[in-house]
């Protein structure tokens, strides 16, 4: 008589796997630490700033080795991604992440590397500027992309204005190249304004023709307003440069529409605060972690840092004291949302 022993199956790698559908919008945790960072420096919290510095920082690397590895051994899974146009433009989650490292270290006067990190952001801008609007129009067939248009298309602006921030933020400290870095900080901000202009209709557009379930309203919506902010904190910094040519020229337009973009911003909260209540509360949908939670943390923080700096740029105390303010809660929802991912991953559940 005999009898089959079954050999235990081989456990399932979850790293592997985690790294196949990792979501190529995780960016957003490093864009999140790191402006919520930057905040709390801005309060004198120097201790506190450190640690999310490092934590940025070991973020940052581990997704790029993350997504380096998941080009390498899923390459196609990564090229559907960018095709999406539902999913494809939180890759410029990448731009906006590598620029606000860059910021960072360059309000630490680490100038060195805040430039080579400069240079990163403005190639990865450049290729994925012209890549991910082609792929989301011309490679979908029949099936048109506005039925995808959602709250992570504002992530194009996004990055365009994160590089203006951090060339801003460069120019003053620098010996040499501050009209090339002032025109550069120019350039994308003004490309950057008439990116939010184009992401806001479609998206409106979208909203109107294509009534929204409970599943469509995500987190991403939130980056509506993290846009506002991230053109005010920009428009803030480049009017604290020191004297350019192109300074001298938009100086007084950017300082008026800075106002003009944190004003929209603010009136941008209450509608997203009551989409969330109608999402969470009265349709029932699950409050979990996700990566997209990050999209919620990162406005909060910019608002924040923007209103700090548009304050101080545009002598407006009322709006410094707001984005003083802002910036608490920006904190409060990074150690909620960070608490949670540790959570998740504690749980067996590696980011994804």
Not at 29 to 46: C, N
Not at 92 to 97: E, H, P
Request: proline share 5%; aromatic share 12%; with cysteine.
């Amino acid at each position: 008589m005999s009898s089959t022993v079954e050999e235990p199956s081989a456990p399932h790698s979850a790293i592997p796997e985690s790294v196949r559908t990792l979501d190529v919008g995780y960016f957003a945790l490093v864009m999140a630490t790191g402006i919520v960072s930057t905040g709390v420096q801005t309060h004198g919290l120097s201790k506190v700033a450190a640690v999310l510095l490092w934590v940025m920082g070991i973020a940052y690397g581990v997704l790029v080795i993350a997504n380096v590895v998941r080009m390498s051994l899923f390459g196609r899974e990564f090229r559907a991604d960018l095709a999406d146009p539902h999913k494809g433009f939180a890759a410029f989650t990448f731009v906006a992440a590598t620029n606000v490292v860059g910021t960072r270290l360059a309000g630490d006067t680490h100038y060195g590397l805040a430039i080579l990190f400069l240079v990163i952001g403005v190639v990865a801008w450049s290729l994925l500027g012209y890549l991910v609007p082609w792929l989301a129009v011309f490679s979908q067939g029949e099936r048109t992309a506005l039925t995808d248009v959602n709250g992570t298309w504002f992530v194009w602006a996004v990055a365009s204005q994160s590089i203006a921030v951090l060339a801003a933020t460069l120019q003053p400290g620098l010996t040499s190249g501050r009209a090339e870095l002032a025109l550069i900080a120019v350039f994308c901000w003004s490309v950057g304004v008439f990116l939010y202009v184009v992401a806001g209709f479609l998206v409106v557009l979208r909203l109107l023709i294509h009534r929204p379930d409970p599943q469509d309203l995500t987190p991403p919506y939130w980056v509506a307003m993290g846009a506002t902010a991230i053109t005010v904190f920009a428009g803030a910094r480049i009017v604290q440069m020191a004297d350019a040519p192109v300074v001298a020229v938009t100086g007084h337009l950017i300082a008026g529409a800075a106002v003009l973009f944190w004003s929209f911003g603010t009136w941008l909260i209450p509608p997203l605060i009551a989409a969330g209540f109608w999402r969470h509360v009265i349709r029932r949908v699950p409050l979990s972690y996700s990566p997209g939670l990050w999209s919620i943390v990162f406005p909060l923080g910019m608002y924040g840092v923007a209103g700090h700096y548009l304050g101080q740029a545009d002598q407006l105390p009322i709006v410094g004291l707001i984005g003083d303010l802002e910036i608490w809660v920006a904190l409060v929802a990074w150690v909620l949302t960070f608490g949670a991912m540790l959570a998740h991953i504690g749980a067996g559940r590696l980011p994804a």
